[in-house]
């Protein structure tokens, strides 16, 4: 019993809709920075096939938020993954945090390979996961890939892939008001009604801990929950066909309110986060 009591949970994910603030407020950097507790972050700018610029822009928007240990590590091809160099940096790391581009590019170069188990292993010791945009996206099991945003949903226009799985039985999606992408998470829900829907706006993240979220940032959290859907034309209706679903759920959350994943239900903020939130508003 005491030995299960001294093991640590894994770390916190902040999973971010892209176009996070860098030069203002930061309000999500700054979660990240006080969740590093001013240990050594790795950028990851993997999605990206120029990733020349990416690593510059975190350093100068983290250095005086106190984290000032940052490594980028990229790799063009799944060759280099095997690379010792590029194992070592993340020795001694407190967390990862992946930058935006392409998801897919993410799970075809290093998943099931010796960087993603570094990755894991952190988030095993409670090293804390960050990722913004593309790398939103790549933390849940299955991952929207391609898709028409700001349009009504047609079946056959939806292509998803496995992601990594750091959170189960969600689909998330990024830059969602910002580019109209509710007919895609509605049409991704209606394929995997068990799978919850997640949302998440520019500036905007959620901070995932155990089974349970919070928002923080400037816009909203839409979680879409498809378990009471009493119909669906996605099986039978034609690829150009719009989709129909009748009695779809859906919460529309902003910063300072929470989720409980197992529940499937918001639920009430701890003291502790408010506290924190407070804080950070003074610091600004």
Do not use: W
């Not at 849940?140 to 496995?162: C, F």
């Amino acid at each position: 019993m005491q030995e299960r009591a001294r093991k640590k949970s894994k770390g916190p994910l902040i999973i971010i809709g892209g176009g996070e603030d860098k030069e203002g407020e930061r309000t999500i950097l700054r979660e990240v920075a006080r969740q590093l507790g001013g240990g050594k972050l790795v950028i990851a700018t993997v999605a990206s096939h120029e990733p020349e610029g990416y690593f510059e822009s975190y350093q100068r928007a983290f250095n005086d938020l106190g984290v000032t240990d940052l490594v980028e590590i990229y790799v063009k091809d799944r060759s280099e993954t095997l690379d010792p160099e590029k194992l070592r940096v993340f020795d001694g790391a407190a967390g990862v945090f992946f930058s935006g581009g392409d998801q897919l590019r993410i799970s075809s170069q290093i998943g099931d390979t010796p960087i993603e188990q570094r990755v894991r292993d952190l988030h095993e010791r409670g090293g804390v996961l960050a990722g913004t945009s593309a790398g939103a996206s790549v933390m849940s099991e299955t991952m929207l890939v391609k898709g028409t945003s700001g349009e009504s949903y047609k079946i056959g226009d939806l292509h998803m892939a496995p992601g990594l799985g750091l959170v189960r039985n969600v689909i998330i999606d990024q830059h969602f008001a910002e580019r109209g992408r509710f007919g895609r998470l509605f049409g991704a829900v209606a394929h995997n009604p068990r799978e919850l829907g997640i949302g998440i706006d520019e500036d905007t993240a959620l901070v995932l801990e155990e089974e349970r979220f919070e928002v923080i940032g400037s816009g909203c959290v839409y979680v879409v929950d498809g378990a009471g859907v009493t119909h669906s034309n996605i099986a039978e209706a034609e690829p150009e066909r719009s989709l129909s679903m009748y009695d779809i759920r859906m919460h529309v959350l902003s910063s300072g309110d929470a989720f409980d994943l197992a529940k499937r239900r918001p639920t009430e903020v701890p003291d502790v986060r408010k506290s924190h939130a407070i804080e950070a508003q003074l610091a600004g």
